[in-house]
């Protein structure tokens, strides 16, 4: 199965992602997580790609659809993919259908979650996560059970994301607006594009994820 979650910057793509790893034993492969990786190690892609993320602009096309294909090859025995962050532009989503039309793959469901701006200012100012194993978390929806204790490691390090400053949200907005949405009518008319309330409870919104797959 091939599952592809569109939406604006917090939205809750990553954290319906992670739910859905877990139910379906699928797996997440985010752009966002991979080009982080990349920066960190100070690779020649995190290099190129640091001071556009910081930027909140979209890294080419090109050094994507790399990043992404090799990817999509290493896991093409997997039970299926969730694609979470990209594609991001028309150029991506035809890349990506050649890259599964060669592996004999389909997209089963392109799902949107919708947020508005409001929402999503709150979300990304709140967000932090675990600096040890990456487990996400918010100050007023996603809290530790502990306060300053990880509830998946135990650790009590916590990072902030860099691209989540006002500055940086507001481009990382313009850039979803100016680019990113203009695939929902590409893949609107190919009939499989759902769009799904992100503004609703977590819970709610993976109920509404699984009804789909479900449905299949
Ligand atoms: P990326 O890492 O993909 O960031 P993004 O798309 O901006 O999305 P986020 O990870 O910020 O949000 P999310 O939707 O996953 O929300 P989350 O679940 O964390 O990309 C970063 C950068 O990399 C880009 O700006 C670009 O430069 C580059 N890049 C990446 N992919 C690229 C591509 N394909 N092409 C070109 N460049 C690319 O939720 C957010 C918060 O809200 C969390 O705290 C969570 O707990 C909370 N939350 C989630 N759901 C709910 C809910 N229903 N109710 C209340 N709170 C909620």
Same mark, same amino acid.
């Not at 962050?85 to 532009?89: E, L, N």
């Not at 309330?197 to 409870?201: K, L, P, Q």
């Given at each position: 199965m091939i599952l592809i979650l569109l939406g *604006? #910057? /917090? *939205?809750g793509k990553g954290t319906q992602a992670e739910r859905l790893v877990t139910a379906y034993g699928l797996v997440q492969l985010s752009t966002g997580e991979m080009l982080r990786s990349e920066v960190k190690s100070q690779s020649e892609l995190g290099q190129k790609a640091k001071e556009i993320m910081e930027s909140g602009e979209l890294v080419p096309d090109d050094l994507i659809i790399k990043m992404i294909s090799v990817r999509i090859s290493q896991e093409s025995d997997a039970e299926g993919i969730i694609l979470d962050?990209? #594609?991001?532009?028309t150029e991506q989503a035809k890349a990506l259908d050649i890259m599964l039309k060669e592996k004999d793959l389909r997209i089963n469901h392109v799902i949107q979650l919708e947020v508005n701006e409001e929402e999503i200012v709150e979300r990304l100012s709140g967000r932090f996560s675990c600096t040890d194993c990456g487990m996400g978390y918010h100050e007023k929806f996603a809290a530790p059970v502990n306060k300053g204790i990880c509830d998946k490691c135990k650790s009590t390090n916590f990072t902030r994301r860099s691209d989540d400053s006002p500055k940086t949200l507001r481009n990382r907005l313009s850039a979803y607006k100016e680019q990113t949405a203009l695939i929902l009518p590409y893949y609107s008319t190919k009939g499989c594009l759902k769009s799904i309330? /992100?503004? *609703?409870?977590m819970d709610i919104v993976f109920d509404e994820i699984k009804k789909m797959i479900d449905g299949d």
């Open positions: *604006a #910057p /917090g *939205a962050g990209f #594609p991001r532009t309330d /992100g503004m *609703a409870e």
